[in-house]
């Protein structure tokens, strides 16, 4: 994906968990984030992502892309959504149906669409404070 392209509808999922959402479902600025089981970092940054969500009042949507045959086992997706209380909506992609349309290269990786829908920014790991910034860009510019 490339800046300003829409978001895509959630379509292909080998399963979700907590709900099932459609791009309809989503009308503030939204953070699509990949990751996975196995990835140590992603679940590191989880709260660091679900304290920026809820200071905007963004909308989550995890993917989880399994890196190996072993992330694939649902018991352990499950577990790890309820250690780590995953309370957005998670898109299964264990047919790599979005990881094919994002094309993220390393996880885990953040996606951030205005309410437009437009992607408006891309992420791998790092910092949170670029992502609260490209957030509040983006509500200044709708305020305007």
Sequence with gaps: MKLKDALPEFHGATGWLN???RK????????VHFWSVSCALCKELLPKLYAVAKNYEVDL???????????????????????YEMKEAIFLDHNKHL?????????PTYYVFDEQQQLRHIQTAGSMRLIENKIQHLMRMKRQ
């Design 19 to 21: 709900r099932k959402i």
């Design 24 to 31: 309809s479902d989503l009308k503030n600025i939204t953070i």
């Design 61 to 83: 949507v995890a993917v989880h892309m399994p890196r190996q045959p072993e992330d694939e086992e649902l018991a352990t997706v499950r577990e790890a959504v309820r250690q």
């Design 99 to 107: 990881v094919d349309i994002y094309n993220p290269r390393f996880i």
